[in-house]
């Protein structure tokens, strides 16, 4: 790869085994618009998904695969999806001509020969099949052939497009297998919350994009001092099955982190910049032309002389950040000093609370508990973030992102919901299920809330719920915090930020509230009632809006 310019040498003695791959300027984000669902149904793909018919897709792609590889090197790539011992796990098979694919698949799973020998002479694995073909975006297709559970991919060598163990197997391929099999395959991190005794608690979190799903996983608790420390367990997806006892049992079926580099620093991800020091590519990052180390936008401070941009060519301030907004670095797990001890427990971590969230400016209070089960499926069935970055279009644009599966629930979605549903029911002690949102803001538009590791204070609070401790307000949408149940020593909040913080206006919820309405319409007969009765129940709860103490 080095001699082929596939990577970049870094820094050897600052970052040692770490490279820089760039891929082809078009071909640097995952592509929603040519990723399709290939049920035999088009009502089985569901309103949310492209579709097409298995046998039209194959005729349509086969074409672009015929000669594509001549003159490459072919890999095959045997990869197991979670602990290598753990009976949840799973083995996939990739055939690239992608040596970036094999060496980031090398990371991201256990590959190789402990693939082989959990497969055996089995024929029990999912196949990929992926090309970069010619790169160009009007040849590039990602075919999920969910009923045989296969994947094809073709005309893009990026991430979540070409590493087909990722959001191709262990989300869409994978959450079509839990429907089927009574599992579930999520858009979680994992994580362990540590108390005083010693006790870890494990809770798995669904945010949509650009909410910090890495750095919460990977957070440093400023509850330290305390005893409550956070562990990761995994950064991206979980894998959910009802154990005999009854609980909720996650493993993480990967064995890397793919995160987004642009601002991840010292102060918002310190465990990911430590690890990604060694063994680590780096992805349409730039580089210091002299010293040949990476950098991006929000890594420090202002951007140091003599930078080569992810393009290859030297940086200006200008237009063009100097780093992809999408640049990526590619860690194994085992790197990152939060690393969980049981992050391999072939039987998984038993889960105690789902957290949904979501970036709100005024609406979702710092956090809300549900009812119950049912309840809390409705809130990740609606749960939405408000637009960020320019780039993506508008700004402060509220977009649904149910349970953050949008792009990555492999059936219908309404059917998915009924999963949810049906899974609560079988659940002996089922999960807490919350809703945070960090990102509040004032009539300034400063957020209210500070964030990172101070957010140890909100999973602490649902620790104490957990336990039967800390007190809550009955809300029309949940119980939100009793101020006083919040662990606030050592924090410098107003009285008024934080009622500000908790506030639950029925008036903006009305307006929510209509939203939703709407937005579950979209699911038509495949929507179980049940959410349509939770979306009436909060109707009524909002009209007569009253308020007690639980
Ligand atoms: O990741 C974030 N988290 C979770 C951390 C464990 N981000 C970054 C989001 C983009 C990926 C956050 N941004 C978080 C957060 O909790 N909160 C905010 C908003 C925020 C930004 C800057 C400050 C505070 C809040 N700065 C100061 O208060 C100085
Ligand atoms: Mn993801």
């Known amino acids: 790869m080095l001699a082929d310019g596939n990577f970049i040498e870094l820094n050897q003695q600052t970052y040692p085994h770490c490279h820089l791959h760039r891929s082809n300027p078009n071909d640097v984000a995952r592509t929603e618009g040519l990723t399709f669902i290939c049920a035999r149904q088009m009502s089985d793909a569901g309103p949310t998904n492209n579709w097409m018919a298995p046998a039209d897709a194959k005729e349509k792609v086969r074409p672009l695969f015929e000669g594509a590889m001549k003159g490459r090197t072919m890999y095959v790539v045997p990869y197991i999806l979670g602990p290598a011992s753990s009976p949840y796990s799973k083995v996939g098979v990739e055939i690239t001509d992608s040596a970036y694919v094999a060496a980031s698949m090398r990371i991201m799973s256990r590959m190789g020969k402990p693939a082989l020998d959990r497969l055996g002479s089995s024929d029990d694995f999912v196949p990929g099949l992926h090309s970069l073909g010619d790169l160009d975006p009007k040849r590039r297709f990602i075919l999920h052939f969910p009923e045989e559970k296969l994947i094809w991919s073709v005309g893009s060598g990026y991430g979540g497009n070409a590493l087909l163990g990722k959001k191709c197997f262990a ?11 009574g599992w579930m395959a999520e858009h979680m991190l994992i994580l362990g919350l540590e108390d005083p005794s010693g006790k870890v608690t494990y809770m798995a979190a669904a945010f949509p994009s650009a909410c910090g799903k890495t750095n919460l996983a990977m957070m440093v608790s400023t509850l330290e001092t305390q005893g409550y420390r956070v562990w990761t367990v995994g950064d991206d997806i979980a894998w ?16 890397g982190f793919f995160g987004v580099a642009p601002g991840t620093n010292i102060k918002t991800n310190p465990n990911v910049i430590s690890a990604a020091h060694h063994n680590t590519i780096f992805t349409n990052v730039a580089i210091t032309a002299k010293s040949h180390e990476p ?32 640049a990526r670095y590619t860690v194994p797990a085992s790197q990152s000093s939060s690393i969980s001890d049981r992050w391999e427990d072939p039987a998984g971590v038993p889960i105690s609370a789902i957290i949904f969230g979501g970036r709100r400016a005024h ?17 990740g069935a609606t749960m939405a973030s408000e637009t960020t970055a320019a780039a993506t279009g508008a700004v402060g644009v509220t977009r649904r992102d149910p349970m953050a599966m949008l792009p990555f629930c492999g059936y219908n979605m309404g059917d998915y919901f009924g999963h949810w549903l049906e899974m609560g029911s079988k659940l002996k002690n089922p999960p807490k299920i919350f809703h ?83 937005f579950l319409e979209k699911f038509g007969d495949r929507l179980p009632p049940a959410l349509s009765q939770e979306q009436k129940s909060l109707t009524a709860r909002l009209s007569s809006s009253s308020v007690a103490t639980k």
């Open 171 to 181: 989300l869409r391929i994978a959450s079509w297998m839990a429907h089927e099999q």
């Open 240 to 255: 959910m099955h009802i154990a005999s006892d009854g609980t909720l049992r996650a493993i993480n079926p990967e064995a």
């Open 295 to 326: 950098w991006w936008e929000g890594m420090d401070g202002a951007p140091p002389d003599g930078l080569i941009s992810w393009k290859g060519a030297p940086w200006k301030p200008g237009s063009e950040t100097a780093a992809h907004p999408n």
């Open 363 to 379: 609406l979702a209070p710092l956090v809300y508990e549900s009812h119950n089960w049912q309840h809390g499926v409705f809130i």
């Open 436 to 518: 945070v949102n960090w990102f509040r803001r004032d009539a300034d538009g400063k957020f209210l809330w500070p964030g990172y590791g101070e957010n140890v204070r909100v999973l602490k609070w649902m620790l104490d719920r957990i336990e039967g401790r800390a007190r809550a307000t009955e809300t029309p949408i949940g119980y939100v915090p009793e101020p006083s149940s919040l662990t606030l020593d050592g924090l410098s909040i107003p009285r008024e930020t934080l009622n500000e913080l908790l506030r639950v206006d029925p008036g903006n919820w009305m307006e929510e509230d209509q939203a939703i309405a709407k």
